[in-house]
């Protein structure tokens, strides 16, 4: 038994049976658990008090962290709740109902409605887990009205979130990307600044202008590949956005009373207060913490998750606000249906919450595995070609990220070693495209890992099934990933970007073609 619990690869053994129980029994909260306890059993060497210890210590800290409340995912979970309560009070006083109505009038056809979503996804930067829930809790009226599948909106708005974060200077991820690159920039004796070289790296990340291109490309030529086909048509056929026989995070409880005659600013009022408030509160508490008014300190600094349980307690009285304006007066929205009001809030997010527990502890689980160490020691000891290693390094992320279901759990490990890489081989000029590689197949792995929490979080806010999220998601994530991989071998040899981005749209522009040409195919048969 110890002989096998000491085996070289057992730290990627319970991530890949999770991933493999995850994808085959389409049941995430049985398959994290098997994979939770999986990882405790490797990590405490087989023995049965301390795997229970581990299992307890895993649970305890995403509460408590050396003795004082951990903020991150403690306060997570209290904004989720907290949205989720205000979202059932936007609904009740016919905030969601009336936006929608009025949205219609605007938005006239299913491909603009997709257009919408996509481009508030690429708006609203500043937090992947921020854009997550709100494009899709925006957008969601919008789309459910044109027939829009819940599942291709959870795609579009995963699409969106970790790719425009990963790219954007000012957000939470820019600065903390901008502190792992510093010292990777003096030790190359490379004379410019964190900023100037995250600036340079946006046009490098082929997985992410991969990524959202291919998802203006699906939106505007309504390219439905594999499991999205069926439920593409099966929404624009019968009207059923989403199978309603399985666990849908984020979805409201059709009994709760609904005021018909309220406004579109019951549901922009909040949602606009909510948004303020967390730019504000990030801006505030980036300056408290670094000590510099600089936009850019603020946000290297900044306390994200204390600044969305703000703007989630302002978002919630103001959604309050406009509840008890339009129904004061009215009898059956008296005491118990407030308090309805908040247990289905809670409820609908019950689901997020536990998957987002379960995410959290295996995760932790695997960090103590050494899951990253491990494929980050296989990149430090390849021998491949010098102009290879963006590519591999890309490989490894792509498996990294979506083994431990985290991009910054691969920044952090990944960046160094590939930096130290690349300055040992003394080849500055592949520094800034390796560290790229890092993002950009962090970024992958986030969108095809069923236990990544802004994938979890995009499932959410777009009230889709997780698993009928992961499932859509990837066919199209993993065309984005062979299309930057092939870019990041030209890059590699060239250390050319314009080339790299010639490659990717030239791949881009074959897909289209090949896509059109198979549904084209496909109609005309149907049509004979």
């Known amino acids: ?134 494009v899709g809790q925006v957008s969601k009226p919008l789309t459910d009205e044109h027939k829009v599948s819940r599942a291709k909106l959870a795609y579009i708005v995963d699409a969106t979130a970790s790719p425009v974060s990963v790219i954007a200077p000012i957000s939470s991820w820019g600065a903390g990307i901008m502190a792992l690159t510093a010292p990777l920039l003096v030790a190359a004796s490379i004379e410019t600044s964190a900023f100037m070289a995250f600036i340079e790296m946006i046009p490098m990340n082929l997985y992410v202008v991969a990524a959202l291109a291919l998802m203006f490309i699906v939106i505007i030529f309504n390219i439905n590949i594999g499991p999205m086909r069926t439920h593409e048509e099966r929404a624009m056929q019968e009207g059923i956005l989403f199978d309603a026989d399985k666990e849908i995070p984020g979805e409201m409880n059709d009994d709760l009373p609904l005021h018909k005659e309220g406004s579109p600013m019951a549901l922009i009022m909040p949602l606009f207060a909510l948004i303020v408030t967390v730019f504000v509160m990030m801006y505030a508490t980036g300056v408290y913490e670094g000590g510099s008014y600089s936009l850019f300190s603020a946000f290297e600094n900044t306390l994200v998750t204390h600044s969305l349980v703000v703007g989630g307690i302002v978002g919630l009285l103001v959604s309050l606000f406009y509840y008890f304006s339009y129904t004061g007066s009215k009898q059956e929205f008296g005491a118990k249906t407030f308090g309805l009001g908040i247990v289905n809030g809670f409820k609908a997010m019950m689901p997020a919450i536990i998957i987002l527990t379960l995410a959290w502890m295996i995760g932790s689980l695997i960090s103590s595995l050494g899951t990253g160490e491990l494929l980050g020691h296989w990149v430090e000891t390849s021998n491949l070609p010098i102009a290879l290693i963006p590519a591999i390094v890309f490989i490894v992320a792509c498996i990294m990220s979506l083994a431990t279901g985290t991009s910054w759990g691969s920044f952090g490990i990944l960046i160094p070693i590939a930096g130290e890489i690349i300055i040992a081989l003394n080849s500055p000029e592949l520094l800034l495209i390796t560290i790229a590689a890092v993002l950009a197949g962090s970024v992958f792995g986030d969108h095809c890992s069923p236990i990544s929490d802004s994938t979890i979080l995009a499932s959410t806010g777009s009230g889709s099934n997780h698993i009928d999220h992961v499932m859509t998601q990837i066919p199209y994530a993993v065309i984005a990933a062979c299309i930057a991989l092939v870019g990041f071998i030209v890059l590699g040899y060239t250390t050319n970007v314009l080339l790299g981005l010639l490659t990717v749209t030239v791949l881009l522009v074959a897909v289209t073609v090949v896509a059109r040409f198979i549904k084209s195919s496909k109609t005309n048969t149907v049509t004979s």
Do not use: H
């Not at 405490?44 to 795997?51: L, R």
């Not at 009740?92 to 109505?101: I, K, V």
């Not at 491909?111 to 996509?118: C, D, E, F, T, Y």
């Open 1 to 134: 038994m110890e002989a096998i619990l000491n085996w070289e690869y057992m730290p990627i053994v319970p991530p890949l049976i999770t991933l493999i129980l995850v994808l085959a029994t389409r049941k995430v909260v049985l398959s994290l658990g098997i994979g939770i306890i999986l990882s405790a059993i490797v990590v405490g060497n087989g023995q049965f008090g301390e795997t229970l210890s581990l299992l307890w210590q895993g649970f305890a800290a995403i509460f408590v962290d050396s003795g004082s409340i951990n903020t991150w995912e403690a306060f997570i979970l209290i904004f989720l709740v907290l949205l989720g309560i205000m979202t059932a009070f936007i609904n009740m006083s016919g905030g969601a109902l009336q936006f929608s109505n009025w949205v219609v009038s605007k938005v006239k056809t299913r491909r603009q409605s997709k257009l919408v979503a996509g481009i508030l996804g690429i708006i609203i930067f500043i937090d992947d887990y921020f854009s997550a829930l709100m």
